[in-house]
């Protein structure tokens, strides 16, 4: 099957949530081929960005760049990545599409940004940018959250399939021997918090749990710039070394303010590692202790309970994650979806 995967970028230039999840649809459809914004030669004007109508214009440059690719090589099946696609919905090509939903606007705007200059555009502005890709497609939510969101607030209907990890990538390792090829000199309880260190990723959070447990250190993977009391930074850790950092901690601290369906809490919990994480995302729905625990305020002292909660008995998360968060799960469920969308669109 000839399966292309419309998205801004790939995983060799940017290293985020969608791109890994383009990269992982190959397990699905080994022959993809990628269209993104850098395959168009185009590039965005300052101005757009000002505006908030860069998704907009990049989103039109692949659409019109897909089109020629089309005309000298014919696919079975169009994905998006989000409103990578939206050009298509008002050029049709003859191929089934499937537009996938990896967060909505307005979701996105409500859970982060009420208060920034960002929130109006949106809130607002992308909304009706989402309405439009999801017109003549198949549309897909990475979590039943999203799923929610899409119906209640656009009158989207939408399949759920959600995203999964490679548990032969990421598996448990002894935990003392993590932190001594890290180089982490602490035998004491360590947490991991993995992402960007502002509000939305609850990182105000983060330092204050830190400052006020003595015997708790932090690992902190991320690309900012940051220090603190009782933390441990590495910045700009590739993808292939999260393993070995997820396992050298205890838990994940994930008091994130919005997620749709985060790869983070998965791959810690594929390496045994359970998770303090707040109710977004997969853990609106998820109710399995195995996993960790879910908290439901943003207050210090319930995060620092969950820590003690978790921190005193054994629970093996890995078990959550294989039986319902597979890589294979994940294909397979992409497979049968093409499949039957590519047998329905040849009976017309």
Known sequence: MRVAVL???????????????????RRAFPDLVTITFEDSGRRSLPVLDRLNLKEAWMGASIGRH??????????????????????????????????VFHYTSIGFAEGTLRGTPGFLPTRYLMPLLEKLTSFSKHNVAVSPKVQRELADRYGIRSQVIVNGVDVER??????????????????????????????????????????RREDLRVLCVTSSEVEGRNLIVRRNVPHDHMPLHYCAADLLLFPTHYEACSYTPFE???????????????????????????VTTFEVEDYLSAIDDVLARERHPRAVV?????????AEQYR????RLVKERSKR
């Open 170 to 211: 990421f598996s448990p390792r002894e935990r003392q021997e993590a932190r001594r090829v890290l180089g982490i000199e602490h035998d004491g309880p360590l947490a991991i918090f993995v992402g960007r260190a502002d509000h939305t990723k609850g990182f105000d959070l983060v330092r204050e749990i830190a400052s």
């Open 268 to 294: 810690a919990m594929a390496c045994d590692v359970p998770v303090v994480t707040s109710r977004t995302g997969i853990f609106e729905d998820l109710e399995d202790d195995r996993a960790g625990v879910v």
């Open 66 to 99: 897909f089109r020629k690719v089309a005309k000298n090589d014919d696919f079975d099946l169009i994905l998006c990545n989000s409103t990578a696609g939206w050009w298509l919905s008002l050029f049709r090509p003859r191929a089934p599409m499937v537009n």
């Open 322 to 330: 294989t039986e319902r968060f597979s890589l294979e799960r994940f």
């Open 7 to 25: 998205s801004y970028h790939g995983f060799e230039r940017v290293k985020g949530g969608t791109e890994l999840f383009t990269e992982q649809l």
């Open 336 to 339: 049968e979806m093409a499949e």
